[in-house]
């Protein structure tokens, strides 16, 4: 049964018996799913949790834009099929006003003192601070039609 978004695929696994599917974290946690152990690369079982997710992403702190996998990423306690979620904002906004008000979302999104400071009560896994780092790296690039920083330090 095709069902869209995760939201869709939670209520379809929770209405139907003995179904499998595959969501992400927050919403395994929230409809409370029963979990399975999947292998990870140092030969280890692993449930998903925020602390094994959290432990794979720790494993990669230097991503890029065309190298970002944390999929398997070595460790006796990371869990396997974990991934970062992305934004792709245009590096020369067209309007300033608008790429001011979407670069400054996104930093406090990806940063603590924002909305990283939510993460975990939202069943979420808190970016590790290198990548936090490289978001802001990455957002002070982020120029307007004439040019001109939208995002300052």
Known sequence: MATPKNSGVASSIKST??????????????????????????????????????????????????????VNAPGATSY??????????LQKQTSATVGAGVVKVLDWTTHTGGGQDLATSLDYVPLPPAIQNTNRTSLLTVTGPNGQALLTK
């Open 80 to 89: 396997p099929i974990s991934g970062y979620s992305w934004a792709i904002l």
């Open 17 to 70: 018996p003995y179904s499998i599917g595959y969501v992400e974290l927050a919403y395994a946690i929230q409809n409370n799913f029963t979990y399975a152990a999947v292998k990870n690369a140092a030969g280890n079982y692993v449930v998903p949790s925020i602390a094994t997710v959290a432990a794979d992403a720790d494993q990669k702190t230097g991503i890029t834009p065309t190298n970002f996998s944390i």
